[in-house]
């Protein structure tokens, strides 16, 4: 790869953030990403939020308190009539968000949608034709695109650094299933910490389980929802069930493998059974090389890295 002597890669430079912003930020939905992310963010920014709006009068009620909010409503309709309120986060789930985002656009407000941004293409292409016929600003708050990473990866592309790249799954739309049920169809089960590599959700008023597994070696946390009655405890009711592996980056050159296993069955949310699930996965599994250096990924033998 060549480059110029002194250019400085885009990602690496420091971006200030604005810390005059006059402009008073609304929130139409009060709900676990506004709480523990939005919020303690734009506070710590000393940005102006001026309100909130929820249909749930509880959720409303807690957001107003805990952030001391001047103003806040179970009709966002109420939201969009103050004149204070120049910017509105929308973050309500996009089968809601539509007829939102048109009339909060003809009320002149600009717009930051939670992502994802749609379900429909045709839903994306009204919010976006609504925001260009208002004159209003539309974004989309897909955060990862500004981690350095993912700044890294972009530069590197545009220097030619690693040619044009090609994957064929890159072609199919991945979705993650939480935004495909409407009000999340299962209460996850589980303990604040966990003693093995295992974690599981059981469906509402049925037997069926889902069952998440790993290697000891390899998980490095598992993550999933379990009870608080916290409500500043944003992790307890993130509707997730994740395995961490590794604990670390990995260096050049440097290949891992691991198998994990996933398992849906009537279980009837009995532990036992569950444990029974794992004893026997580790017993097929536990011999598995490690670590393997190699050039060539397609060397690795049997799991892909």
């Known amino acids: 790869m060549s480059q110029p002597v002194g250019v400085i890669p885009p990602f690496m430079v420091p971006v200030p953030l604005p810390r005059d912003c006059p402009l008073g930020i609304g929130f139409i939905g009060a709900g676990n990403v506004v709480n523990s992310a939005h919020l303690p ?12 709006a929820d249909r749930r009068p509880e959720a409303v009620e807690a957001t107003q308190r805990r952030w001391d909010l001047p103003f806040a409503t179970t009709d966002y309709r109420r939201l969009l009539e103050r004149p204070e309120v120049a ?26 949608l939670e992502k994802p941004f749609a379900h429909r293409y045709a839903e994306a292409v009204a919010m976006v034709q609504a925001a260009e016929e208002a004159g209003v600003k539309l974004a989309v708050n897909q955060n990862r695109r500004w981690m350095a990473p993912h700044w890294a990866a972009r530069w590197l592309l545009a220097q030619g650094a690693i040619g044009t790249p090609c994957d064929e799954a890159a072609a199919h739309c991945l ?87 996933l398992v849906v069955g009537p279980f009837g949310q009995d532990p036992e059974q569950h444990r029974a699930l794992y004893t026997a996965f580790l017993q097929a599994y536990q011999n598995l090389p490690a670590v393997l250096e190699v050039d060539d990924p397609q060397q690795l033998p049997g799991l892909r890295p």
């Open 41 to 52: 963010q734009y506070r710590k920014a000393g940005y102006r939020v001026v309100g909130c």
């Open 87 to 112: 910017v509105v986060v929308v973050a309500i789930p996009p089968e809601d968000r539509l007829t939102v985002v048109r009339e909060a656009a003809a009320a002149g407000k600009h717009l930051l």
């Open 175 to 261: 979705t993650d299933g939480r935004w495909q049920r409407g009000r999340h169809f299962t209460r996850f089960l589980g303990a604040r910490y966990c003693a093995l590599p295992l974690g599981f959700y059981g469906q509402v008023g049925g037997p069926v389980d889902i069952v998440v597994m790993g290697l000891p070696r390899d998980v490095f946390a598992v993550s999933m929802a379990y009870a608080t009655a916290d409500p500043s405890d944003s992790v307890g009711q993130h509707n997730s069930l994740y395995l961490s592996l590794f604990g670390r980056d990995l260096h050049p050159g440097e290949r891992w493998q691991t198998v994990v296993r």
